[in-house]
C-alpha cells in the first residue's frame, strides 16, 4: 500500500482500455464471488453508459459460467478477461481501475474471514463497492470509505457502479477515505502491533 505510486496506464494501453471508464474485479473466479452477476450489473450499466467498460483479472473454475454470460449478454467487445497476473502487476491493475468491484455471494459464510480483496482495493485508494455480507460490513463504511449493496442484487449494485463512475470527485473522496482507513488500521505493521498490545496485557 505504502510503495510507489502507479498510474495504471500501461495497462490500459495493453487491453485498449485508454479513455474508457473502468470497472475492474482481482479475484479468484470461484462460486464465492459472484462475478457472473457482477457482469449482469455491468450490462445494466453500459445501456447507459456505453463507453464503459469490465476488466476481470484472474481465473478458475466458474470461468466458463461467466463466458457464457459475457457471450449471451454479447458484451464480448466491453468485457475483457486479463487472466491470472503475477502479484508484482497487481498494483498496475488497480491503479487503472476507475472503481473496483467485490461481489460476493449471500450463501458464502465470509463471517470468520479476513476480506484480503477489499484491503487491497481500499489501500490503493479505489472507491470499491462491496456486497455487504459478513465481516464486509465491519470494513466498509457504507458510502464513507466505500459503498455496500445487498448481495446478488443486481440493479443496486449496477445503480451505485454507475453513480461512481459518474461523480469522479466523489469517487475520489471515498477512495482516499478507504486508503487512510486500511493505512491506519489494517497493515501488517498494525496487525501485528495489535497482537502485542493484546498479549502484553496477558
Do not use: C
Not at 486508503?179 to 501488517?188: A, E, G, I, S
Amino acid at each position: 500500500f505504502e510503495g510507489p505510486a502507479r498510474t495504471g496506464a500501461a495497462v490500459r494501453a495493453q487491453h485498449n482500455l485508454t479513455g474508457h471508464p473502468l470497472i475492474g474485479f482481482i479475484g479468484s473466479f470461484q462460486s464465492w464471488h459472484d462475478v457472473v452477476g457482477l457482469v449482469e450489473a455491468f450490462d445494466i450499466v453500459q445501456h447507459q453508459k456505453p463507453e464503459a467498460r469490465l476488466l476481470l483479472v484472474g481465473d478458475g473454475p466458474d470461468r466458463p459460467a461467466i463466458l457464457a454470460k459475457v457471450k449471451a449478454l454479447k458484451l464480448e467487445d466491453k468485457i475483457i478477461f486479463a487472466g491470472k497476473v503475477d502479484h508484482e502487476r497487481v498494483p498496475e491493475y488497480l491503479a487503472a481501475f476507475d472503481v473496483a468491484a467485490a461481489p460476493f455471494r449471500q450463501v458464502w459464510n465470509y463471517q470468520y474471514g479476513s476480506p484480503l480483496k477489499l484491503f487491497e482495493y481500499m489501500g490503493a485508494g479505489k472507491p470499491t463497492v462491496a456486497a455487504g455480507i459478513g465481516q464486509v460490513k465491519e470494513v466498509v463504511d457504507h458510502e464513507r470509505t466505500g459503498l455496500l449493496y445487498p448481495p446478488q442484487d443486481i440493479q443496486a449494485l449496477s445503480t451505485l457502479l454507475l453513480k461512481t463512475l459518474n461523480d469522479p470527485v466523489w469517487a475520489a473522496t471515498l477512495g482516499a477515505a478507504a486508503r487512510t482507513q486500511v493505512l491506519t488500521r489494517h497493515t501488517w505493521r498494525r496487525v501485528a502491533e495489535q497482537i502485542i498490545g493484546i498479549a502484553g496485557r496477558k
